[in-house]
């Protein structure tokens, strides 16, 4: 049995819904913002569906992108290229083998990275790319057939200029003559036309080679592939001619040097003739047949090393005397050995010089043979044979011949090193006399020996430019260089530019790039509230209901015929007129979701409101008053909008008559006293009931009343303020059960802020895609302010369109439709964000658990 308290329970302390990471909690209104919008972050989920919607867009400027990227084909004139390759040699080509400093020189740079650098950048120089317009003609027509205007006219009126073939220059050597050695002069026109060239010019480079490719483009094919062959052969004949330049220029020099030193040379030799002439003796200390000047060659080389007679005999001295010194140190060395051994004949043997002399080495030798006698007989006859004692007494008396000989020699060796002593005193006065005569050649030779070394340099430095004349006389004439090419250039028959699968391709990528950025900014700067998600993360309050948008087939098509009221009213009353369809299995699970919110008896004032107006709370709060009514509850609904009544057209009389807001009776009418509550109401039809169960509810006394606005009020403020609104409510209560108030918009007059403190449940409506996000949280701040904490918000007008349906709200095809047992809208799980009591499929204790609300 339905609780019918008669007292309006006080509005309960609302506790605070749990704050979103990022959110900020006003203390003067209570309401919670969050600063960035209910975006944290690039939200892929959301921008995709987003996305899916403005698709149209995206595939717009697709179609745009591919219709620019065509026009851009046909408008952009054609551009080909010719590709010539080139290979850069290890070192240059000689016919003369060398091994000086500046060829390995030039052979390290031709094989280092910066040498392919410099022939790249080389290239396409400005000099050699005018060079180029000048030897082809290409200036003749005044550049049209090089910038690809009048092509054909031109190829007919003006010859191509005579170039060698293309195989001429393929190789290491060209044909160039003396008058190209000379820079021709350019004209202005040309000038410029090589600054254009070295635009339309790219060589490259390859990586791990020494190959150059050579490209060149032009808006004509063999213009293209003429320029390709004309800058690699111009560039190869340009390389011959700096080097037959300098070889030119060095020929010259090396004249004009040799010349010079030859002069140098005569001189120097004529000096020291002179000088020989004067100072005979200055031969002897060197310098010899080669300062001369009259030998060359190998005697020269001989005469210098054999060196003056006094040096050579000074020299000659010095090794004698340090000799002699050497061998009387080393005899006295023995000697002391001798005086320390003694008469131990072994230990004198090991004395070199005793041991080396010739009649110790006798007498060891006449010792070693009677030795290998005596072993010899010893095999044959026993020790008392006479052959054995003879031979005995043979080996003694050659033993006691060598001690005695042994013993005879330190006085030997004593004489010896007397006689050491006396040559080497004579062998250092020697030294020193000749030591005397060198000191004094030295000091009358020196003048000679400087005319001397001077006319060996003179001679050096003149022999060496004679050989480098005759190297650069016979390779002057070699037309060499280390660049060939390898690869000429064929005439292109496809253009490299405007390509057009990438054109294309850039068209559609630019195209599909310009639509997902427009759909990204257009969803940046949408403010509405489109999804549950959104609106649940930016107001902190949870979603009661998704209403999705009434479609023209659930507003007429499934009107019943047996309904008495006009099909206009329809579209509003779905709940009575179409309970099959999704918008009506959204306001069940409305009723479920506010149903479990909290006790009955704290549940049943309800409001409705929203931010701004046309949100959709007449319609909201008229099919929730009629989905409670259906359900076995007597309602009543009152239109609390004084200012803009809407009730009276939605809820007419079922025999056809039409309500006048001026003269029916209804909630200002109460309010002045004018009329009691009994007789301002009016029965509304329920339409079809869902469940045998609530067929017996009604039974009991489901019904639904409304009470209208009645006539106009000039101060609705004024009204509502007083304490017969109060009134009003209380009656109300000890009449019904359920209590639905629609209300005024917040934002637009303070009618409904005067209401909030005396009402249980406040809903607020939201037009989901149209309502500004700063509007809703500024009322929700409002309500919050007058003592009226929002309980949720109920979406209304919901798209519903393939693709994204399920993101906006679960309601699919043949859900809530010939059973309302359905599972209904996204809306309809109850208690989220912390204000339920129990799960959602979980029976009330006063029995407001319906089978729709076990979803």
């Given at each position: 049995m339905i609780n019918q308290s008669r007292d309006v329970a006080p509005p309960p302390v609302k506790p605070r819904a749990a704050l979103v990471p990022g959110q900020i909690f006003s203390t003067t209104t209570g309401a919670s913002i969050d600063p960035s919008g209910g975006r944290r972050g690039f939200d892929f989920r959301h921008y995709w569906h987003s996305l899916v919607e403005k698709i149209w867009v995206v595939a717009l400027c697709v179609v745009a992108g591919l219709f620019l990227g065509l026009g851009y084909l046909a408008s952009t004139a054609k551009l080909y290229q010719g590709h010539t390759v080139l290979e850069v040699e290890m070192e240059e080509p000689s016919l003369i083998e060398t091994d000086r400093a500046s060829g390995r020189g030039a052979r390290d740079f031709l094989s280092s990275e910066q040498a392919l650098r410099t022939i790249e950048q080389n290239l396409d120089n400005r000099t050699l790319m005018a060079r180029v317009i000048h030897v082809e003609g290409l200036a003749n027509d005044g550049g049209r057939a090089f910038l690809g205007k009048s092509v054909k006219a031109n190829a007919k009126t003006t010859p191509a200029p005579s170039s060698p073939r293309p195989g001429a220059a393929s190789s290491s050597t060209a044909s160039v003559s003396d008058a190209d050695l000379v820079a021709p002069a350019f004209t202005p026109l040309e000038e410029a036309m090589g600054g254009t060239l070295a635009r339309m010019v790219k060589p490259v480079v390859r990586r791990n080679s020494r190959l150059i490719d050579l490209y060149v483009t032009n808006y004509d094919p063999v213009i293209a592939q003429r320029l390709a062959e004309a800058v690699a052969r111009e560039y190869i004949r340009s390389a011959i001619e700096r080097r037959m330049g300098f070889s030119q220029q060095s020929l010259r020099y090396l004249l004009e040097e040799e010349e010079r030193l030859k002069n140098n040379l005569r001189k120097s030799e004529h000096a020291v003739a002179e000088y020989k002439e004067k100072t005979p003796d200055a031969l002897q200390l060197g310098g010899g047949a080669a300062a001369t000047g009259t030998q060359t060659g190998a005697g020269a080389g001989t005469g210098s090393a054999r060196g003056g007679l006094v040096e050579d005999k000074l020299q000659e001295l010095t090794s004698k005397l340090t000799g002699a010194k050497a061998d009387r140190m080393r005899l006295e060395g023995e000697l002391k050995q001798v005086e320390q051994t003694g008469e131990n004949v072994e230990a004198l043997l090991a004395i070199p010089s005793i041991g080396s002399a010739n009649l110790v080495a006798d007498r060891r030798k006449d010792v070693v043979q009677l030795e290998a006698t005596v072993a010899t007989l010893s095999?044959?006859?026993?020790?008392?044979?006479?052959?054995?004692?003879?031979?005995?007494?043979?080996?003694?008396?050659?033993?006691?011949?060598?001690?005695?000989?042994?013993?005879?020699?330190?006085?030997?060796?004593?004489?010896?090193?007397?006689?050491?002593?006396?040559?080497?005193?004579?062998?250092?006065?020697?030294?020193?006399?000749?030591?005397?005569?060198?000191?004094?050649?030295?000091?009358?030779?020196?003048?000679?020996?400087?005319?001397?070394?001077?006319?060996?340099?003179?001679?050096?430095?003149?022999?060496?430019?004679?050989?480098?004349?005759?190297?650069?006389?016979?390779?002057?004439?070699?037309?060499?260089?280390?660049?060939?090419?390898?690869?000429?250039?064929?005439?292109?028959?496809?253009?490299?530019?405007?390509?057009?699968?990438?054109?294309?391709?850039?068209?559609?990528?630019?195209?599909?790039?310009?639509?997902?950025?427009?759909?990204?900014?257009?969803?940046?700067?949408?403010?509405?509230?489109?999804?549950?998600?959104?609106?649940?993360?930016?107001?902190?309050?949870?979603?009661?209901?998704?209403?999705?948008?009434?479609?023209?087939?659930?507003?007429?098509?499934?009107?019943?015929?047996?309904?008495?009221?006009?099909?206009?009213?329809?579209?509003?009353?779905?709940?009575?007129?179409?309970?099959?369809?999704?918008?009506?299995?959204?306001?069940?699970?409305?009723?479920?979701?506010?149903?479990?919110?909290?006790?009955?008896?704290?549940?049943?004032?309800?409001?409705?409101?929203?931010?701004?107006?046309?949100?959709?709370?007449?319609?909201?709060?008229?099919?929730?008053?009629?989905?409670?009514?259906?359900?076995?509850?007597?309602?009543?609904?009152?239109?609390?909008?004084?200012?803009?009544?809407?009730?009276?057209?939605?809820?007419?009389?079922?025999?056809?008559?039409?309500?006048?807001?001026?003269?029916?009776?209804?909630?200002?009418?109460?309010?002045?006293?004018?009329?009691?509550?009994?007789?301002?109401?009016?029965?509304?039809?329920?339409?079809?009931?869902?469940?045998?169960?609530?067929?017996?509810?009604?039974?009991?006394?489901?019904?639904?009343?409304?009470?209208?606005?009645?006539?106009?009020?000039?101060?609705?403020?004024?009204?509502?303020?007083?304490?017969?609104?109060?009134?009003?409510?209380?009656?109300?209560?000890?009449?019904?059960?359920?209590?639905?108030?629609?209300?005024?918009?917040?934002?637009?007059?303070?009618?409904?802020?005067?209401?909030?403190?005396?009402?249980?449940?406040?809903?607020?409506?939201?037009?989901?895609?149209?309502?500004?996000?700063?509007?809703?949280?500024?009322?929700?701040?409002?309500?919050?302010?007058?003592?009226?904490?929002?309980?949720?918000?109920?979406?209304?007008?919901?798209?519903?369109?393939?693709?994204?349906?399920?993101?906006?709200?679960?309601?699919?095809?043949?859900?809530?439709?010939?059973?309302?047992?359905?599972?209904?809208?996204?809306?309809?799980?109850?208690?989220?964000?912390?204000?339920?009591?129990?799960?959602?499929?979980?029976?009330?204790?006063?029995?407001?658990?319906?089978?729709?609300?076990?979803?």
């Open positions: 095999q044959r006859y026993k020790e008392k044979h006479p052959k054995m004692l003879a031979a005995r007494a043979a080996l003694t008396e050659a033993r006691a011949a060598l001690k005695r000989t042994v013993l005879a020699q330190p006085a030997v060796l004593k004489s010896t090193i007397e006689q050491a002593h006396t040559t080497e005193a004579n062998l250092t006065v020697a030294a020193r006399e000749q030591e005397k005569a060198a000191l004094a050649l030295n000091k009358a030779a020196i003048g000679y020996q400087e005319l001397a070394r001077q006319a060996e340099t003179d001679r050096a430095l003149y022999e060496s430019v004679l050989r480098q004349i005759k190297e650069t006389n016979l390779t002057k004439d070699v037309k060499t260089t280390p660049i060939s090419i390898v690869e000429h250039s064929p005439v292109p028959r496809f253009p490299v530019s405007p390509s057009i699968p990438k054109s294309i391709i850039l068209g559609l990528l630019s195209g599909l790039a310009l639509g997902l950025g427009f759909v990204y900014v257009v969803d940046i700067l949408d403010r509405s509230i489109k999804t549950v998600d959104q609106a649940e993360t930016t107001l902190a309050l949870p979603v009661l209901s998704a209403v999705p948008e009434i479609r023209r087939k659930d507003a007429d098509g499934e009107v019943p015929t047996d309904s008495k009221a006009p099909a206009a009213t329809a579209s509003y009353r779905l709940m009575a007129e179409a309970p099959e369809g999704p918008t009506a299995e959204a306001f069940r699970n409305l009723r479920a979701s506010l149903a479990l919110l909290g006790p009955e008896s704290e549940r049943r004032v309800f409001l409705f409101t929203s931010a701004v107006p046309n949100e959709g709370k007449s319609f909201s709060s008229a099919n929730y008053a009629l989905a409670l009514a259906q359900q076995g509850y007597r309602v009543l609904l009152i239109d609390g909008d004084l200012r803009r009544p809407s009730l009276h057209k939605i809820f007419v009389r079922t025999s056809g008559e039409v309500a006048d807001e001026d003269n029916s009776k209804g909630v200002v009418d109460c309010l002045v006293g004018a009329v009691d509550l009994s007789s301002a109401v009016r029965k509304a039809e329920t339409g079809r009931f869902e469940t045998e169960a609530s067929e017996k509810a009604t039974a009991t006394g489901g019904e639904l009343s409304v009470l209208t606005g009645g006539r106009r009020a000039p101060n609705p403020a004024e009204l509502l303020s007083g304490p017969a609104f109060g009134r009003l409510l209380s009656e109300a209560t000890s009449l019904y059960d359920r209590i639905v108030i629609d209300t005024a918009p917040v934002l637009a007059v303070s009618d409904t802020l005067l209401m909030t403190p005396l009402v249980q449940t406040v809903c607020v409506v939201v037009h989901a895609g149209k309502t500004p996000r700063n509007a809703v949280q500024r009322a929700l701040g409002m309500l919050t302010g007058a003592g009226g904490r929002p309980a949720g918000v109920i979406l209304n007008r919901m798209p519903r369109r393939r693709g994204s349906g399920y993101y906006y709200y679960y309601a699919t095809h043949g859900y809530g439709k010939g059973a309302y047992g359905g599972y209904g809208s996204y809306g309809g799980y109850g208690g989220y964000g912390g204000y339920g009591y129990g799960s959602y499929g979980r029976h009330s204790k006063n029995g407001e658990g319906s089978t729709e609300e076990k979803s």
